[in-house]
């Protein structure tokens, strides 16, 4: 959050921090001694329980490349993780665009039922209406990861549009549940070097898919529960959304297809980071 400049014990701690070094230190938090951007203000009591559906549509483009090991000081990636270096029965779970108060809980009630955890990537603009929302799925114990804030095509805006997206969506899950995303994930799948670089700056890694469920089609709840039937696999990594549209399939599959992954043998988790 952004210094009180009226509080001259603030900015004395803060220039503290700057001769001890810490300025050095970049994290999704922000970099020391740069201007960050302000959060919106509050609209009184009740607005961190105030809910709207989501009014944006997404349609992912295919995601790419070999898992490589992260590590505790990030360097900045040519390609996103497309699944988790396993041997073992895992998989792991993802749901974009939330969170949204239609359909998040009833996938969060799915989960809660068959003590899964999951990764949802949120959008800062929902979190901005979902805030409650947020905070019951960290305490239910899911990642949390970074997908923007207005879920747009990032590959084609400038660097400083690119980070304000990443940076201010960062912030708002920090303010929300106390903890900084360690992942991230382009809409639309859509990555290159200026969104590899500013992601990495921010202490993330970048998180693309294995299986696409194309639930965002809202092809059937059938076909949902095939795609993750034919895809799994150790280390695969599957993409489902729970906002952006009608989402009822996507709700009514997992229902469908996680007690037969967990009766067929598979252990469903959350990525791991070395450091985080």
Same mark, same amino acid.
């Given at each position: 959050?952004?210094?009180? %400049? ?61 898992? %490589? ?25 993802? *749901? ?12 969060? %009630? ?9 990764? *949802? *990537? ?61 992942? *991230? ?92």
């Amino acid at each position: 959050m952004k210094p009180d %400049q009226t509080n001259p014990g603030r900015r004395a701690l803060f220039r503290g921090a700057a001769l001890l070094g810490l300025g050095a230190v970049a994290g999704c938090t922000g970099r020391a001694g740069s201007p960050r951007r302000p959060a919106a203000p509050a609209a009184g009591p009740q607005a961190a329980k105030a809910v709207r559906p989501s009014t944006y549509r997404l349609q992912p483009l295919a995601g790419y490349g070999p898992p %490589q090991a992260a590590s505790t000081r990030l360097r900045v990636r040519h390609e996103p993780i497309l699944q988790m270096d396993t041997h073992d029965r895992t998989m792991i779970l993802t *749901f974009d665009d939330g969170p949204d108060p239609l359909y998040t809980p009833h996938i969060l %009630q799915t989960l809660r039922e068959h003590d899964v955890r999951a990764v *949802f *990537f949120v959008c800062g603009e929902q979190v901005e209406w979902n805030k409650d929302l947020l905070r019951e799925i960290a305490d239910d114990g899911h990642t949390v990861g970074n997908h923007t804030w207005t879920h747009p095509q990032l590959t084609s805006m400038s660097r400083s549009a690119v980070r304000s997206e990443i940076e201010r969506t960062c912030e708002i899950i920090d303010d929300t549940i106390g903890e900084p995303p360690a992942w *991230f994930r382009a809409p639309y799948g859509a990555w290159n070097r200026n969104v590899f670089r500013i992601g990495a700056g921010l202490g993330m890694e970048p998180l693309a898919w294995t299986v696409d469920t194309n639930d965002w089609t809202e092809p059937g709840t059938r076909s949902i529960v095939r795609a993750v039937r034919a895809g799994a696999a150790p280390g695969v990594v599957v993409l489902s959304h729970d906002a952006g549209g009608n989402r009822s399939q996507s709700v009514a599959a997992l229902r469908t297809y996680l007690p037969e992954l967990l009766d067929s043998g598979y252990r469903i988790t959350v990525p791991r980071r070395q450091g985080v």
